[in-house]
């Protein structure tokens, strides 16, 4: 897994709420278990027309947004399902990092064992955050996880919370295999015990 540490892009914005994963990745996606190849069909109900051709007034199609990194989106983001493809989707198109005041618990969890930083601020910050996002290419927004804290283009900040365990995970690039991976000389340890050992 990519590491995270800072991350500086033009922030993209998604004023809907509610957006549930059956928005971010359409349910006739989900037959494939890899992690590849699912960025074309992020949202792909709003960023494509019935004939396939491309949605002009959908934020990731607009120039100014077609690279973002960042997505400041409406409250209770990633809602519905539990679909890892979810995430998968976002981090396959390019996105690192979510902005809301809410999220599905699961789609949450979801993305610290991808790679992806969701960031929960006030209604306040988001509004703030969404005002940036909308000058498109003239602002960026530059997300430092070590200082847990996003800063604007004109140098205003918004401090954010996150679990120390998973900052960690995060700042360090471990998914789960990579947790068990760290523990690779004590499990080895313990097997050479169990190896010694003589069983009744």
């Excluded at 973002?68 to 399902?81: H, K, P, Y």
């Excluded at 979510?98 to 930083?117: P, Q």
């Excluded at 955050?129 to 200082?147: I, P």
């Excluded at 900052?167 to 295999?177: E, F, T």
Aim: aromatic share 8%; with cysteine; net charge negative.
């Amino acid at each position: 897994m990519q590491p995270f540490t800072t991350l500086t892009s033009t922030p993209a914005p998604l004023k809907v709420i509610n957006v549930d994963t059956d928005m971010i990745i359409p349910k006739q996606y989900l037959k494939t278990i890899k992690r590849t190849g699912l960025g074309t069909a992020l949202f792909s109900e709003m960023r494509y027309k019935e004939d396939g051709s491309e949605n002009p007034d959908f934020v990731l199609n607009q120039p100014a947004y077609r690279k973002s990194e960042i997505l400041v989106a409406g409250d209770n983001f990633g809602c519905g399902s539990s679909r890892e493809h979810a995430p998968w989707a976002l981090l396959d198109f390019g996105i690192r990092c979510v902005i809301s005041t809410s999220f599905a618990d699961i789609f949450y969890n979801n993305c610290f064992k991808n790679g992806i930083l969701p960031i929960v601020v006030s209604p306040e910050d988001l509004e703030k955050l969404f005002d940036d996002a909308d000058r498109g290419s003239n602002a960026t927004l530059t997300v430092d996880l070590e200082k847990q804290q996003i800063t604007g283009p004109d140098g205003g900040t918004v401090s954010f919370d996150i679990d120390p365990f998973r900052k960690h995970c995060l700042m360090n690039g471990l998914d789960d295999i990579g947790l068990t991976m760290e523990k690779a000389p004590k499990i080895e340890a313990f097997e050479e015990k169990l190896k010694g050992r003589a069983w009744a």
